[in-house]
T-cell receptor, first 110, second 112 residues
């Protein structure tokens, strides 16, 4: 699987937008960009995924660069419950496993 | 149940004993994945199944680790002759044909 690079940690104020970056310069044409997050003492949970176009769902937005070598997860209004480790993962089609890196630990300050 | 269920939630075992960790995936999910997670690290892939067929076991650390999913539903991860370094959180996830992966709460294994 192609690798991703994320900052180790980020901090945000509550109710402010958060932009979590991910670099994936070796992405292949068939790789989807997935984001999962892991709340304290919980298993990872799905956030969003995309291939080429920007994506929005109830949890977040995903902005994908035109050359697909980077992407940004956007939390529009961070809450204390969004404090978690966020993982950016590349995965091809089919049911191949997710390969996790170290992710970005997001702290949200009240 | 509605989610992925793992049992036991906590397991303390003596070094040298065998342990079996169980994963009950979401009903109908084709794929089942096992991960191991050390404190402060991301989940580390161990093995996965499509239906009852083990597709990839490249992540299993050594031959003391094995997994099975005989009927394409419940899976068991077995660790023989446990060692202290096997202590970790073991997580299971399942995925349907066109769904994201859903993770269970994990089994915390402590080898003393």
């Amino acid at each position: 699987d192609a690798k991703t690079t994320q900052p180790n940690s980020m901090e945000s104020n509550e109710e402010e937008p958060v932009h979590l970056p991910c670099n994936h310069s070796t992405i292949s044409g068939t790789d989807y960009i997935h984001w999962y997050r892991q709340l304290p003492s919980q298993g990872p949970e799905y956030v969003i995924h995309g291939l080429t176009s920007n994506v929005n769902n109830r949890m977040a937005s995903l902005a994908i660069a035109e050359d697909r070598k980077s992407s940004t997860l956007i939390l529009h209004r961070a809450t204390l419950r969004d404090a978690a480790v966020y993982y950016c993962i590349l995965r091809g089609s089919g049911n191949t496993p997710l390969v996790f890196g170290k992710g970005t630990r997001l702290s949200v300050i009240a | 149940g509605a989610g992925v269920s793992q049992s036991p939630r906590y397991k303390v075992t003596k070094r040298g004993q065998d342990v079996a960790l169980r994963c009950d995936p979401i009903s109908g999910h084709v794929s089942l994945y096992w991960y191991r997670q050390a404190l402060g690290q991301g989940p580390e892939f161990l093995t996965y199944f499509n239906y009852e067929a083990q597709q990839d076991k490249s992540g299993l650390p050594n031959d003391r680790f094995s997994a099975e999913r005989p009927e394409g539903s419940i899976s068991t991860l077995t660790i023989q002759r446990t060692e202290q370094r096997d202590s970790a959180m073991y997580r299971c996830a399942s995925r349907g044909l066109n769904t994201e992966a859903f993770f269970g709460q994990g089994t915390r294994l402590t080898v003393v």
